[in-house]
Antibody
Framework: QAQLVQSGAEVKKPGASLRVSCKASGYSFTGYYIHWVRQAPGQGLEWMGWIDPNSGDTKYAQKFRGRVMMTWDTSITTVYMELRWLISDDTAVYYC???????????WGQGTLVTVSS | DTQMTQSPSSLSASVGDRVTITCRASQSISRYLNWYQHKPGKAPKLLIYVASSLQSGVPSRFSGSGSGTDFTLTINSLQPEDSATYYCQQAYSSPFTFGPGTKVDIK
C-alpha cells in the first residue's frame, strides 16, 4: 500500500537551512501531489505547500514564499522540502502527505522533528 | 485566507457515548472539508473527506456532515482508541487551512 518515509530528526542553528526528504512507495509517484504540513510544539497543523512530481509545479503558502523550496527526484521517488534562514519558530515536526490538487492527505509520512536552537 | 474554527477545544466523554465536534469556515467552502485524527507521536490519519465520505478502513462509527460554512464530525459509540485530537481542514482554496483542533479524552 502507499507509504511515505521521511528522513530523520535534525538540529539546526538559526540562519541555517534544512532539507527533509520524503520517499514514496506503493503507488504511482507521478500520479499525486506531495504536500508538506508542520506542527510546532503545542500548536496545530500548518500547511506549507505542495509539489506535483509529474510536472514539477509547486505552490507555497504565502507565509513561506521566498524561504521554502520543494523539489523532487523521480528516479528515486523522493520529494524534498528545503527551508532556509531558519528561526526558532521553525522548530516543529514536519510531515509530508500524499494528496491531490484538491487535497485530502493520505497517507502521511511519519514526521521529522526539526529543532532550531543556538 | 479561509479561517477555520472548531468547538469545543476539548471534551471528555465515556466509552459508548456519542461525541459531536463542530467546525466552521470563515467563508463558504462548499463540501471541501476533511477531518483528521491525530495521536501523539503518530502521523495524522484521514477520517472523512469532502464533508461526509468515509475514508477506506475507518470505522463506521465516524461520520461527517455539513456544507457551506458549518460542518460536524460525529463519533458514535466512543471507543478507548478514539482518544486523540481531531482537526478539520478546508480543501477549497489555498492555503489549505486547518482548524485549531479538538482534544477528545476518555473518562
Amino acid at each position: 500500500q502507499a507509504q511515505l518515509v521521511q528522513s530523520g530528526a535534525e538540529v539546526k542553528k538559526p540562519g541555517a537551512s534544512l532539507r527533509v526528504s520524503c520517499k514514496a512507495s506503493g503507488y504511482s509517484f507521478t500520479g499525486y501531489y506531495i504536500h508538506w504540513v508542520r506542527q510546532a510544539p503545542g500548536q496545530g497543523l500548518e500547511w506549507m505547500g505542495w509539489i506535483d512530481p509529474n510536472s514539477g509545479d509547486t505552490k507555497y503558502a504565502q507565509k513561506f514564499r521566498g524561504r521554502v523550496m520543494m523539489t523532487w527526484d523521480t528516479s528515486i521517488t523522493t520529494v524534498y522540502m528545503e527551508l532556509r534562514w531558519l528561526i526558532s519558530d521553525d522548530t516543529a515536526v514536519y510531515y509530508c502527505a500524499r494528496g491531490g490538487e484538491v487535497p485530502r492527505f493520505d497517507p502521511w509520512g511519519q514526521g521529522t522533528l526539526v529543532t532550531v536552537s543556538s | 485566507d479561509t479561517q477555520m474554527t472548531q468547538s469545543p477545544s476539548s471534551l471528555s466523554a465515556s466509552v459508548g457515548d456519542r461525541v459531536t465536534i463542530t467546525c466552521r469556515a470563515s467563508q463558504s467552502i462548499s463540501r471541501y472539508l476533511n477531518w483528521y485524527q491525530h495521536k501523539p507521536g503518530k502521523a495524522p490519519k484521514l477520517l472523512i473527506y469532502v464533508a461526509s465520505s468515509l475514508q477506506s478502513g475507518v470505522p463506521s462509527r465516524f461520520s461527517g456532515s455539513g456544507s457551506g460554512t458549518d460542518f460536524t464530525l460525529t463519533i458514535n459509540s466512543l471507543q478507548p482508541e478514539d482518544s486523540a485530537t481531531y482537526y478539520c481542514q478546508q480543501a477549497y482554496s489555498s492555503p489549505f487551512t486547518f482548524g485549531p483542533g479538538t482534544k477528545v479524552d476518555i473518562k
